[in-house]
């Protein structure tokens, strides 16, 4: 490819990554040159929007931040509150956040696992493509998102921004009743999730393997949802109120969206991070269905991320079905809050797309002076453009460029971004 070539490929509308983006590469003698992953949507100011709000607006407003993952923006801003507000969870309590939070994981996993990522890997554009070769798959995946969001809803009062979930614990207990449905549901439905595992293993993936460093909450008695240190591969084992210690974020020219780095380098969150990070705390059945996909964990693959999310997959159906099973209604879902104080807090809990971090600051009557909020996607946007730089280097810069415009979005798939709910499009430029 001549260095004086210029090449412009434009995907008017690319509706399989949650926001707006561009990809600019300028390539030199063969190589890449300089790489932007460039996020152009206005900020949203969410941080700002909370200050001077009282505590307890908080779970509502936060779960506006995204349709796809509320609980975990409502589960690491009630964390934080929680502990300036001196709550701690009871067990009934932090059960039911655990089982709100395998439907967040089993409805956000299928989605992006048969809608978003399966057409790249089976040779589709769209998943209304696919769903006319492959509807079994489609249909697989809506029905699987489907029972998640029926988890989120008997907790949160609706799927979609849920309102159920209060610092303190939840409004109100499920009944018996509505806990026994759904665990038929689940339990029917359990097959299924064990195919899903040797079928997302099966499917065309790309031998890429790279370096990353991978970071993740972890716990010592359980996989990861809700609580923990800050682990990565690289040895960081730190509480989470030490996060701004190790942690940068930081804002780059060429995007809205912020960057982060660990001690200065890119790091990897995300359901791949979390299996290489915490695979000795899966339970049996879990090993044993990836044992039958002879896929090796830890794995540097980032193309294993589909198969990593298909085991969390079964892993959430698992641990639901386990709660549901021994599900006794309580009279006190929630703790109340008896008396306000000044203070800072801090939250961190495993959103399906990786280590979502929060710092909250109240004055004495309980109102919001300060906030910082962390996602995953915008900890990821340098691996991300680290990826790609290795990647497209990797697949060869000769490459027709049609093809290599659809292997920069596989793999910026990879990762599942979710930029933000808004109308979708990646442009890809050539230099």
């Known amino acids: 490819m001549s260095e004086q070539r210029e090449i412009a490929i434009n995907v008017p509308v690319l509706a399989r990554v949650e ?8 390539l030199k003698a063969g190589e890449i040159s300089d790489l932007k992953l460039r996020i152009f949507e206005p900020p949203r100011y969410f941080e700002k929007f909370a200050e001077g709000r009282d505590y307890f607006e908080m779970p509502d407003l936060v779960a506006r931040i995204c349709g796809i993952c509320p609980v975990a923006y409502q589960m690491s801003a009630v964390h934080a ?48 493509e696919l769903a006319k070769d492959h509807p079994e798959v489609v249909k697989r995946g809506v029905y699987l998102q489907e029972l998640g969001n029926q988890i989120i809803k008997m907790l949160g009062g609706r799927s979609v921004h849920p309102v159920g979930a209060r610092v303190g614990g939840f409004h ?41 460093n991978c970071v993740s909450v972890k716990h010592p008695d359980e996989y990861p949802m809700n609580e923990g240190n800050i682990v990565s591969s690289e040895g960081l084992d730190i509480p989470i109120s030490e996060y701004n210690h190790h942690f940068r974020e930081f804002h780059v020219p060429h995007s809205t969206a912020l960057h982060s780095l660990l001690n200065d380098k890119p790091y990897l969150l995300g359901p791949l991070a979390r299996v290489n990070l915490n695979f000795d705390l899966l339970p049996e059945p879990v090993k044993a269905t990836l044992a039958k996909t002879k896929i090796q964990f830890p794995s540097n693959n980032m193309f294993h991320s589909i198969v990593a999310r298909a085991a969390e997959v079964h892993y959430a159906f698992l641990e639901a079905i386990r709660i549901l099973r021994d599900y006794t209604p309580t009279d006190t879902p929630f703790i109340p809050v008896d008396k306000t104080q000044a203070g800072t807090g801090f939250g961190c809990t495993e959103a399906p797309r990786g280590m979502l971090w929060h710092q909250w600051a109240l004055d004495e009557q309980g109102r919001v002076t300060a906030t910082q909020i962390v996602p995953p996607t915008s900890q990821n946007q340098a691996q991300i453009e680290q990826d790609l730089r290795f990647s497209l280097q990797q697949k060869g810069l000769d490459t027709e460029p049609d093809e290599l415009r659809l292997y920069a979005e596989t793999v910026i798939r990879n990762y599942d971004p979710c930029i933000s709910c808004a109308t979708h499009f990646l442009k890809l430029t050539i230099k």
């Open 81 to 128: 509150l929680e502990s300036i507000l001196n709550i701690e969870a009871t067990p009934w309590i932090r059960t039911m956040r655990r089982l709100l939070y395998c439907g967040e994981w089993i409805e956000s996993h299928n989605l992006h696992i048969h809608l978003l990522a399966a057409p790249d890997f089976l040779g589709y554009g769209s998943a209304p």
């Open 19 to 26: 926001g707006e983006g561009a990809l600019d590469l300028s």
């Open 172 to 212: 109100q207990a499920p009944t018996v009743k509505q806990a026994k449905a759904l665990l038929e549901k689940l339990e029917a439905a359990l097959p299924q999730v064990e195919q899903l595992v040797e079928w997302a293993a099966s499917l065309n993936l790309p031998d890429n393997p790279q370096q990353f």
